[in-house]
């Protein structure tokens, strides 16, 4: 006779598997990231990111009130940097009333609920597109963690409730945390993109921010030698220990789907809430399957994030938190 066991029974009808479903997906598990630039009445859709927007900062204030009334909470801000205001220093980023510490307040004052996050990197200030500074070919780490504390501080004090870097420096996370305890800032918590891989995902995004690093002679044309190797799994679990013992209160894998055997790892060896990118070139992947007709996009996007939180991961930074929330609702 056969077994007793038929694990069919469990998957029976619609009522029995949503019992026993092991991951839910809900608005509270997204991070929502948003690109801002000058101007007014921008709304510019980009390219390589069908229905994704860059948004000046009047028309901000309507996405973030339509992203809390979704109940999406928490955002994560990238700005678009003029390049006459780039150079190797990222001084920009450090304008107390630059375009960055301008949209903190304006999400604040829109929705003071809001959870705002902010990218500290230097890429988008950069005129070389490096997430640090540039000298002898070489991206220098240790005067780039200064530049990166300043900018932590500038947001915090611009009232950013987490800073997230995202340059893979060493020792950046205690740099940061140094300078936001010696100034009061003992609120202000950090998410530190603690597995950044050197995906080729990124595409996408360094389009909506013009950020790729440039093609000139003895600048590196790629960010290997501070952004980790997809090859490495091991790697994963030792970065992301050193940024927790630093002082990470949220630690991050990106990017996402390719890399969920690294966010299951991360999860099984630390106690931090643990977050994933689902990136650019993931979003644009699915958006162009799905506009020629190749695959379902609301069932994969489902099934992607479905997975990602599977994997482990405790929230999702991703492009299409509004598409599953409305999705969902
Ligand atoms: C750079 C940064 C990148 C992303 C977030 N911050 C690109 C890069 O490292 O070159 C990528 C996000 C995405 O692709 O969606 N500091």
Redesign the pocket.
């Known amino acids: 006779m056969y077994p007793h066991i038929r694990n069919r029974r469990l998957r029976h009808s619609e009522a029995i598997r949503n019992l026993v479903r092991e991951t839910h997906i809900s608005p509270n598990d997204f991070l929502v990231?948003l690109f801002v630039v000058e101007g007014k009445g921008v709304k510019e859709e980009i390219a390589s990111m069908p229905n994704y927007y860059r948004f000046s900062l009047d028309l901000l204030k309507d996405e973030v009130n339509q992203l809390w009334s979704l109940g999406l909470k928490g955002v994560l801000l990238?700005v678009k940097v003029p390049d006459n205001l780039k150079d190797n220093k990222g001084t920009e980023a450090l304008n107390a009333e630059g375009l960055m510490q301008r949209a903190i307040k304006t999400v604040k004052d829109t929705c003071p609920e809001m959870l705002v996050m902010t990218?500290v990197?230097?890429?988008?200030y950069s005129s070389y597109g490096h997430?640090g500074i540039v000298a002898n070919g070489m991206i220098v780490n240790d005067e780039t963690n200064t530049v990166l504390a300043e900018m932590a501080l500038s947001h915090a004090k611009a009232g950013a409730d987490f800073v997230a870097p995202?340059?893979m420096m060493d020792g950046r996370i205690r740099a940061i945390r140094e300078v936001l305890e010696q100034e009061g800032f003992h609120h202000t918590g950090i998410m530190s993109?603690s597995a950044?891989y050197a995906?080729a995902?990124?595409?996408?995004?360094?389009d909506a921010l013009d950020?790729?690093?440039v093609d000139l002679q003895d600048i590196p044309k790629d960010?290997q030698s501070y952004?980790m190797d997809p090859a490495n799994r091991d790697e994963a679990i030792k970065e992301t220990l050193m940024d927790i013992e630093e002082g990470a209160d949220i630690v991050m894998v990106?990017?996402g789907l390719c890399y969920l055997d690294i966010v299951r790892d991360i999860r099984n060896a630390v106690d931090v809430p643990v977050a994933v990118?689902?990136?650019?070139?993931?979003?644009a992947m699915l958006k162009a399957a799905a506009e020629k007709g190749w695959l379902d996009h609301d069932a994969v996007m489902l099934e992607q994030v479905t997975a990602i939180k599977r994997a482990g991961a405790h929230m999702i930074a991703s492009?299409f938190a509004k598409d599953v929330v409305k999705l969902i609702s």
């Open positions: 990231p990238f990218d990197a230097m890429d988008p997430d995202s340059d993109y950044k995906s995902f990124y595409g996408p995004f360094r950020s790729a690093p960010k952004q990106k990017p990118y689902q990136v650019s070139g993931e979003y492009y």
